[in-house]
């Protein structure tokens, strides 16, 4: 067994239809230079987004992130079967963070001198984008070295399902506001914000109570607001939510804020 120390490795990635051919590395070292020749060939030819579950997997099934799928050719150019299980796959987003694959649709193995085509989905956070395809894979005459090899993704559109936006319209302090519960305590006033919520994902926005919250300009934050708005602002559209906070006298509130553990948004109150 021998171990060759690699000084520099630059990936040649060819543009090809849709996508990019992964399959070529160059290398040079101390001793000689040449080439190294993966026992693969793939390039993407086919991306979506997709919120989730995707068919009948787990891809995609939680709101906080979408499942890409990606549609691969890779061919068998080496003397071996060639695994291509997903645990061989990853992805990298225009975030800086490695994806693993969390399904796969295809073959597991091919035979030497054949190309099929396999779809790979990943569980990405919402906004991000995937940019590189990388494969772990057994490099040509060798039986024991193995490298990672890489292409690029071609550029496509995402798919968030969570994209909401939240905007105060108006913002006002009362002793008691129009609820009789909202300000009724001695030194406490009624603070009421009018919420534009604009739904641009593919998910229901829920107004629930306890979802939202406020920061006042004393740095507390103040949670269980009355409401007064239907129960959901639906996927692709806008609504209007009235949350009216019981508030010390004297403090202003600063900071809206909305969670519900798996997706979150905020903005700022205006000066009232």
């Given at each position: 067994?021998?171990?060759?120390?690699?000084?520099?490795?630059?990936?040649?990635?060819?543009?090809?239809?849709?996508?990019?051919?992964?399959?070529?590395?160059?290398?040079?070292?101390?001793?000689?230079?040449?080439?190294?020749?993966?026992?693969?060939?793939?390039?993407?030819?086919?991306?979506?987004?997709?919120?989730?579950?995707?068919?009948?997997?787990y891809c995609g099934i939680y709101s906080f992130e979408e499942c890409h799928i990606l549609v691969i050719s890779i061919s068998n150019i080496g003397d071996d079967d060639l695994s291509i299980a997903p645990y061989w796959?990853?992805?990298?987003?225009?975030?800086?963070?490695?994806?693993?694959?969390?399904?796969?649709?295809?073959?597991?193995?091919?035979?030497?001198?054949?190309t099929t085509e396999l779809t790979l989905g990943f569980d990405v956070n919402n906004g991000v984008k995937l940019t590189t395809l990388r494969f772990n894979s057994q490099m040509l005459d060798s039986d024991y070295e193995w490298a990672l090899d890489s292409t690029d993704i071609p550029?496509?559109?995402?798919?968030?399902?969570?994209?909401?936006?939240?905007?105060?319209?108006?913002?006002?302090?009362?002793?008691?506001?129009?609820?009789?519960?909202?300000?009724?305590?001695?030194?406490?006033?009624c603070h009421t914000l009018n919420v534009t919520v604009s739904n641009d994902g593919l998910l229901d926005f829920a107004?629930?109570?306890?979802?939202?919250?406020?920061?006042?300009?004393?740095?507390?934050?103040?949670?269980?607001?009355?409401?007064?708005?239907e129960d959901k602002v639906v996927a692709g559209s806008t609504g209007i939510v009235i949350l009216s906070f019981d508030v010390p006298n004297g403090v202003k509130l600063t900071t809206l804020q909305w969670d519900d553990n798996a997706n979150s948004v905020n903005c700022t109150i205006p000066t009232y």
């Open positions: 067994m021998f171990s060759r120390k690699l000084n520099v490795i630059i990936l040649v990635a060819v543009l090809f239809l849709a996508g990019c051919i992964g399959g070529v590395v160059v290398t040079e070292d101390d001793d000689d230079s040449g080439n190294i020749t993966f026992n693969h060939q793939f390039e993407v030819i086919e991306v979506a987004g997709v919120t989730g579950p995707y068919s009948d997997s796959w990853s992805a990298i987003g225009d975030d800086g963070e490695a994806y693993s694959g969390s399904m796969k649709e295809g073959l597991s193995t091919i035979s030497p001198g054949t550029s496509y559109d995402i798919v968030q399902s969570f994209n909401v936006t939240l905007n105060v319209s108006a913002s006002n302090a009362e002793d008691d506001g129009d609820n009789s519960n909202c300000g009724s305590e001695e030194d406490v006033e107004t629930n109570v306890y979802s939202w919250e406020a920061i006042g300009d004393d740095g507390i934050v103040y949670d269980g607001p009355d409401r007064d708005v």
